[in-house]
């Protein structure tokens, strides 16, 4: 291996006060107390992964280690190691309430975009002004920190849906690993960081973190990206709908997100995506179109109802079909109820849709429930071949789609394990809560969900896809969609 060692040093004058902040130990007993009564009382899947017994043995833990004067980022460390345990991808903690707008602005974060290949790192875009560290190049350590121990801490504290291994990609990638790394692993006024190039010689280099705001311009300002920007900066419809000329009788399906301009309430979200999906149906008609590719990746969800309508346009079965099989929370009268996102008439009504249970919790009443109905298929519905394409970003209403897709057979599922847990998981309305010493946000679930599907070889995973395909740095690097050709061959292979 060849040696270069180079330096590139920009201080930014920005400057985190956390940093700096030290909480005593009332402070944090207070807000610990606070923080595991908002669990206990509200959340509905605490103890879906967790037993009560390890929740509390948690809790004694970081009780014995704030006897001492602790600096902030110790402190949430603590809370943020507790919260991981849950396994919620919705129980999300962090140190301030508008988070996006804190990194962008007050946080020196490491300035790359990096990409999970297999068990290795590697940049995808430089977010320095220095032309020097390219595409490509492996992360091979920071600061002396090589990089499967920064992907075990990370791994730690990633709040994720039960235990999906390849979920962790999401967190090892762009500005999910450089708010992870500053979080939880280190606020270092710089980093010595040691590369491997494209010919395999090793680069130490050293660099100043930089707020993400900075990072983001330099995407699109450093040259040495203007490939892979071609590649990956492409500004696509949330919802779009087209045939595929290099295929006979083959139309693709993509879909964002399920929300979207405009759709603030169930009623309307459930007519946008019917309108949508109403337009697609008739094309498919008119075309003769045999085979049909749903794209689901990076959609991290939305409105539940959209996943159910998306559904229903695809079931192969003429037999109505439950969708959720039930919903559950664990309060209707907590103080901390007042600080969620239901509305007062919510809260007064909260007798009339919750149905008391013999353990003390209540389950979600379905009459008069959309989410609970079980799902009539469409009479103008897609019946030919169905391809959909999954990864670890499809989470919350769009995992929960995908765990119906595959429990029905209603197509063929390729990509990656889906971002939420097969099962089910928590959401539909939250509590939003800043704890009062430390000022850390908490965001907690107040309902749990259980998919109407079959039971799943290993609980806690995310949906397995029939085909898991995974690109390899050559198909990063050249924009090349290995998923979506892997699909295009299925389709060629059947026809």
């Known amino acids: 291996w060849g040696f270069l060692s180079i330096s590139s040093l920009v201080h930014c004058q920005t400057t985190d006060p956390l940093q700096k902040k030290i909480l005593a130990p009332k402070e944090m007993r207070e807000d610990l107390n606070i923080y595991k009564q908002i669990l206990v009382e509200t959340h509905p899947g605490l103890f879906r992964y967790l037993t009560e017994l390890e929740f509390y043995q948690i809790m004694e833990d970081i009780q014995s280690q704030i006897e001492k004067p602790l600096q902030f980022y110790e402190f949430y460390r603590l809370l943020a190691g507790l919260t991981a345990e849950i396994r919620c991808a919705h129980t999300t903690l962090f140190p301030k309430k508008d988070v996006l707008n804190y990194i962008m602005e007050s946080c020196n974060l490491f300035p790359f975009f990096v990409y999970p290949v297999d068990d290795k790192i590697y940049v995808l875009f430089n977010g320095t002004e220095d032309t020097r560290i390219k595409p490509g190049y492996e992360l091979i350590s920071i600061n002396k920190k090589e990089i499967p121990e920064i992907k075990k801490i990370i791994q730690r504290y990633a709040f994720l849906d039960g235990y999906g291994n390849s979920v962790l990609r999401r967190f090892l990638r762009g500005g999910y690993f450089s708010m992870y790394y500053y979080f939880f692993i280190e606020q270092p006024p710089q980093f010595n960081i040691v590369f491997k190039d494209l010919d395999g010689d090793i680069i130490q280099y050293q660099i100043a973190g930089q707020p993400y705001k900075i990072t983001e311009k330099n995407y699109v300002a450093n040259p040495v990206n203007s490939e892979m920007m071609s590649f990956y900066n492409k500004k696509n419809k949330n919802w779009g709908f087209q045939f595929l000329d290099e295929l006979p009788s083959t139309a693709l399906l993509h879909l964002y997100s399920f929300s979207g301009k405009g ?170 809560y800043q704890l009062p010493n430390s000022g850390i946000s908490s965001n907690t679930p107040l309902v749990k969900y259980e998919m109407a599907v079959k039971p799943a070889a290993e609980i806690g995973m995310g949906t397995i896809p029939d085909y898991t395909i995974l690109p390899n740095l050559e198909d990063i690097l050249s924009g090349r969609d290995a998923q979506k050709e892997f699909v295009y061959q299925l389709i060629r292979e059947r026809n």
Do not use: H
């Open 263 to 432: 759709m603030n309430n169930e009623e309307k979200a459930q007519n946008a995506i019917q309108d949508f999906l109403n337009k697609a149906m008739k094309k498919i008609e008119r075309k003769n179109i045999t085979n049909l590719i749903v794209d689901l990746r990076s959609n991290n969800g939305g409105w539940d109802v959209q996943g159910k309508e998306l559904f229903s346009y695809l079931m192969k079965s003429d037999i109505v079909t439950y969708y959720y099989r039930d919903q559950f929370a664990v309060t209707k009268d907590s103080e901390f109820l007042k600080y969620s996102d239901l509305s007062p008439e919510d809260l007064e009504r909260a007798e009339t849709f919750l149905i008391p249970q013999e353990d003390g919790t209540f389950k979600l009443d379905p009459e008069g429930n959309i989410t609970l109905k079980p799902q009539e298929p469409k009479k103008k519905r897609f019946n030919g071949n169905l391809y959909i394409l999954v990864d670890e970003q499809c989470a919350s209403a769009c995992a929960e789609f995908v765990a119906v897709a595959k429990s029905n057979e209603i197509g063929i599922l390729i990509g990656n394990e889906s971002g939420g847990a097969y099962e089910g998981g928590n959401g539909s309305t939250f509590i939003n």
